[in-house]
């Protein structure tokens, strides 16, 4: 896995859907013992690889990647782990449904850990949430940018 740091973003590259599920294993496993942030938001167009990535997430709060499905009907899959995991994807919300009505801002404000896809659809991106975009470079190629982990406290797990 390829890595440089671009301002104050971390932007690696992956070439495997099992790189980006250990990437999202990495990201989780910072959330577990850096305190702070417990959202995270995901931007990234279709089949970039978002529900991968938050497989390998959910694997650091040990949750069977399995579990971990794509959108369905369900806006908000909840995980009964401690702390309680949330995956939130607004990809299903029908067009002109606002998101502000859906009272996913309860979940992304309580004390769970919030991984959010279609993070495009909100109106606004919640405090001390860590970004992640996703873009395709090629088939099997992907850019993924993070924005809010430290450089020095990523380095150093
Ligand atoms: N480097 C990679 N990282 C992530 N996924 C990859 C990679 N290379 C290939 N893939 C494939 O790309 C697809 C990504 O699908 P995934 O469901 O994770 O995307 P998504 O961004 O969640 O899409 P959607 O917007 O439909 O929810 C999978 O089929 C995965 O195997
Ligand atoms: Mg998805």
């Known amino acids: 896995m390829y890595s440089e740091i671009i301002m104050d973003s971390l932007r690696l590259t992956t070439g495997s859907s099992e790189e980006t599920e250990d990437l999202g294993f990495k990201i989780g496993t910072f959330l577990k013992t850096h305190g702070g942030a417990k959202t995270i938001c995901l931007f990234g167009e279709l089949g970039a690889g978002k529900t991968t990535l938050i497989k390998g997430i959910a694997s650091a709060f040990n949750i069977s990647k399995r579990d971990i499905g794509s959108a369905s009907f369900v ?6 782990t401690l702390p309680p995991f949330y ?7 029908e067009k002109d449904v606002d998101v502000e009505d859906t009272g996913i801002w309860e979940y992304i404000e ?3 850990i919030s991984v959010i896809e279609w993070a495009e659809r ?12 996703i873009n395709l470079l090629g088939e099997e190629s992907r850019e993924i940018i993070i924005e809010g982990i430290d450089e020095k406290d990523w380095h150093n797990m």
């Open 75 to 80: 806006i908000v899959a909840e995980y009964d």
């Open 87 to 93: 995956h939130i994807d607004l990809y299903r919300l």
């Open 110 to 112: 309580s004390d769970g």
């Open 122 to 133: 909100l109106d606004e991106i919640p405090e001390n949430a860590i970004t992640v975009r």
